[in-house]
């Protein structure tokens, strides 16, 4: 069986092509396989909503079934921000270093702990079945960026419990721990399950 | 394990707890049975968006697992009305009868057959995980009431390939081949394998 991953985010794609190998006989196929992939437009108030637009737009072009997810970050100093624009904090076509140094700077007037918490939510998508789980990962925002594996925000987030960022971390490691492998895994449990 | 049905419809409770008692152990537990039921607002574009909308404002509430759905009609000569406002067609508060006779007269200007089809949204949510499956039935509406089962449109809807309405079905019938039976039937074999 073949589903599409709607994603063209080399990180994501590793992540979860990672995840899913347990499963035989089932082939991930990132957008970035795929000719004439149209523009999605992430116009939703949440997570949830910007996963399931996603999943249904490439769903309508390519007619087969989907996974997609969508991440957002929440710190409670700055009243949850930057929440579903995680990907898009210092604006459009920023890089990751925009983000984080936005982020820092914004912190820089809280004394830490930055309390945070990354959210994802996986959803699978084929017309009939739309499964959408959610996977949340507790940390702080620390003040310097630390380790250079992963993406995003991975350099500045510790994970509660833990003295290595998610960058200081081997993919091994954090795909145990993270908000994407808790949601993915769920999801990948009931597909597993129920119907693939 | 108890599981809230967010519905207040005698009809559809009759169904649903119909269909879910092959589960052992599970309760279906509707709206009328709790105390201090918050109001629904029931604004969402889509007969998922909608059935979500209700699941939620119930687990917002209560904290336990939900179920729910929407239905709509779509009626392929009015341009897919009455559509997600099958409800609500004839005004607020309207009875069935109401909503039936509007159907009728805004079909009566079209020759036959009224080609229409019903979908039914099943949801289940629990917070982390939100399980939306879609069911359809096709057939067409006839020119006048016939049967007095179920309820809603059952009296008008002559599914394909039977040459009784809905209504003149007895339940047990109907909750084989109805949208609604499709949805949830699906909803419970992946609920029973992957989440109860």
Same mark, same amino acid.
């Given at each position: 069986?073949?589903?599409?991953? @709607?994603?063209?985010?080399?990180?994501?794609?590793?992540?979860?092509?990672?995840?899913?190998t347990s499963i035989e006989g089932l082939?991930? $196929?990132?957008?970035?396989?795929?000719?004439?992939?149209?523009? $999605? #437009?992430?116009?939703?108030? /949440?997570?949830?909503?910007?996963?399931?637009?996603?999943?249904?737009?490439?769903?309508?072009?390519?007619?087969?079934?989907?996974?997609?997810?969508? /991440?957002?970050?929440?710190?409670?100093?700055?009243?949850?921000?930057?929440?579903?624009?995680?990907?898009?904090?210092?604006?459009?076509?920023?890089?990751?270093?925009?983000?984080?140094?936005?982020?820092?700077?914004?912190?820089?007037?809280?004394?830490?702990?930055?309390?945070?918490?990354?959210?994802?939510?996986?959803?699978?998508?084929?017309? /009939?079945?739309?499964?959408?789980?959610?996977?949340?990962?507790?940390?702080?925002? $620390?003040?310097?960026?630390?380790? #250079?594996?992963?993406?995003?925000?991975?350099?500045?987030?510790?994970?509660?419990?833990?003295?290595?960022?998610?960058?200081?971390?081997?993919? !091994? !490691?954090?795909?145990? #721990?993270?908000?994407? @492998?808790?949601?993915?895994?769920?999801?990948?449990?009931?597909?597993?399950?129920?119907?693939?």
């Amino acid at each position: 069986m073949e589903i599409i991953f @709607a994603s063209g985010n080399k990180g994501k794609i590793t992540e979860v092509k990672n995840l899913f190998t347990s499963i035989e006989g089932l082939k991930i $196929i990132p957008l970035c396989d795929l000719a004439d992939v149209p523009e $999605i #437009i992430e116009d939703g108030q /949440t997570i949830e909503e910007n996963a399931f637009i996603k999943a249904r737009v490439i769903f309508e072009k390519y007619g087969r079934p989907v996974i997609s997810d969508d /991440t957002g970050l929440i710190v409670d100093q700055l009243g949850g921000e930057p929440g579903v624009h995680a990907a898009r904090y210092a604006g459009e076509n920023c890089t990751y270093d925009d983000n984080n140094r936005k982020l820092l700077s914004e912190l820089s007037q809280f004394k830490g702990p930055h309390r945070a918490k990354f959210l994802c939510c996986a959803v699978y998508y084929d017309h /009939t079945r739309h499964i959408s789980v959610l996977g949340e990962m507790a940390g702080e925002i $620390i003040g310097e960026k630390r380790g #250079i594996s992963g993406f995003g925000y991975d350099p500045v987030f510790l994970p509660e419990g833990y003295d290595r960022t998610l960058a200081e971390m081997k993919l !091994e !490691e954090k795909n145990r #721990i993270s908000h994407r @492998a808790k949601a993915f895994n769920e999801l990948k449990r009931i597909l597993k399950l129920a119907v693939i």
